[in-house]
Every structure is written in structure tokens, then in C-alpha cells.
T-cell receptor
Framework: DQQVKQNSPSLSVQEGRISILNCDYT??????FLWYKKYPAEGPTFLIS?????DKNEDGRFTVFLNKSAKHLSLHIVPSQPGDSAVYFC????????????FGGGTRLMVKP | DTGVSQDPRHKITKRGQNVTFRCDPI?????LYWYRQTLGQGPEFLTY????????KSRLLSDRFSAERPKGSFSTLEIQRTEQGDSAMYLC???????????FGPGTRLLVL
């Protein structure tokens, strides 16, 4: 039973445009969410996080939105750059689970010049 | 400090052999996590340590797997009698504590022939 789902395995965007990556979760005990970026043959790199007390968090070109009632979060990248091309994973954690992360299956983002 | 390091980066072994991986966390991070990632999937939690104490183990961690963190610094993950299904990327992460961001190492890619 997948508790965190990323329903789009891939996304292609033109350079300079907005990239929107989506993530859904089912476990209502999750209260901390993160996005990681992963290049081939490397470990995941932390991008941005949000706790359940917020509905938005920004860091430069990256913004994460959380809709708790819909159990949905999204990552917006504006403007998209070719160097953003990678696999993006959303992850969720609950405070009562030692903060072990539950990951989605990933979305491969391709930003075309 | 350059981040989380893992050794070796790649390991090829024959079925039935034992393998051991090492993880060195970021200095003074008292939490250390092990995850496993197979092709096309997101990382899956295996186990974590608070200092030298192993606090949680996933049901994915069969009896053939053992992890240690003897002095609360580096950790080892051993797989005994490897099987082809153990082929995966083994990722280590560390954090300062509960609720803090987990930072990942580059991973050890295991191939069992």
C-alpha cells in the first residue's frame, strides 16, 4: 500500500517556464513533507520542506504548497532551468515514527533549452 | 565537513556471499538512517539509529541484514548470504535529531550475480 504517490512518472517543460510536480499521500499522521532532487548515481539532495502547520514555503525558485484537506502537495519551480533536469522525490514523515521518511516513486523532470 | 560519505560506492558480489557497507554521517549528527532504493522506485526505509541505539527496523530488514553503529559515529550494514533480490542502491542519511532534515550520502550500488 503506497502511502505517498507521485502519479506522473515524467514531466517535460521548456526552459524559463514553470514546472509543477505533484504528490499525494494517504496517511493522516504525516505532518512533515520534503522534496529531494536526485541525479543518476548520486544520493538524493534536499530541496525544500514544509510542516503541516503551513500551507506554503518558498526558497528562491522553489515553492512547496500543502493542501492538508486534499492530502496533496506540489513543488513549483520558476523559472525552470536545464540544470533542474533530474528525478524529484517527495517524502513524508510523522513525528511519532522517528521521522523515518516515506518516499513517493519519483517524477523525472526534463527541462528543454 | 563534506557531508555524508559511503563506502564502497559500488559492489559486485556473487549470490551467497556476505557484504558490508560503511556510512560516515555528518559530524555531530546523532541520527543515522539506512534506506534501500530499487530501480524506478523511491527509497524505502530500513532502519535508524539514535547515537548507538538502533531504534527502529523495517520489516524489509530480514534476518540476513544487520546494522550497527558501535560508537555512535559511523555505521555498517551487513548482508549475509546475498540474494539477487538484494541488488539495489543502499542509501545512508543523517540528521541532527528528531524533526531535522535528513541529508543523504551518495549511496552504495550493490549488484548480486
Amino acid at each position: 500500500d503506497q502511502q505517498v504517490k507521485q502519479n506522473s512518472p515524467s514531466l517535460s517543460v521548456q526552459e524559463g517556464r514553470i514546472s509543477i510536480l505533484n504528490c499525494d499521500y494517504t496517511n493522516s499522521m504525516f505532518d512533515y513533507f520534503l522534496w529531494y532532487k536526485k541525479y543518476p548515481a548520486e544520493g538524493p539532495t534536499f530541496l525544500i520542506s514544509i510542516s503541516s502547520i503551513k500551507d506554503k514555503n518558498e526558497d528562491g525558485r522553489f515553492t512547496v504548497f500543502l493542501n492538508k484537506s486534499a492530502k496533496h502537495l506540489s513543488l513549483h519551480i520558476v523559472p525552470s532551468q536545464p540544470g533542474d533536469s533530474a528525478v524529484y522525490f517527495c517524502a513524508a514523515a510523522g513525528w511519532d515514527a522517528g521521522n523515518m521518511l516515506t518516499f513517493g516513486g519519483g517524477t523525472r523532470l526534463m527541462v528543454k533549452p | 565537513d563534506t557531508g555524508v560519505s559511503q563506502d564502497p560506492r559500488h559492489k559486485i558480489t556473487k549470490r551467497g556471499q556476505n557484504v558490508t557497507f560503511r556510512c560516515d554521517p555528518i559530524s555531530e549528527h546523532n541520527r543515522l538512517y539506512w534506506y534501500r532504493q530499487t530501480l524506478g522506485q523511491g527509497p524505502e526505509f530500513l532502519t535508524y539509529f539514535q547515537n548507538e541505539a538502533q531504534l527502529e527496523k523495517s520489516r524489509l530488514l530480514s534476518d540476513r541484514f544487520s546494522a550497527e553503529r558501535p560508537k555512535g559515529s559511523f555505521s555498517t550494514l551487513e548482508i549475509q548470504r546475498t540474494e539477487q533480490g538484494d541488488s539495489a542502491m543502499y542509501l545512508c542519511a543523517s540528521s541532527e535529531g528528531v524533526g531535522e532534515t535528513q541529508y543523504f550520502g551518495p549511496g552504495t550500488r550493490l549488484l548480486v550475480l
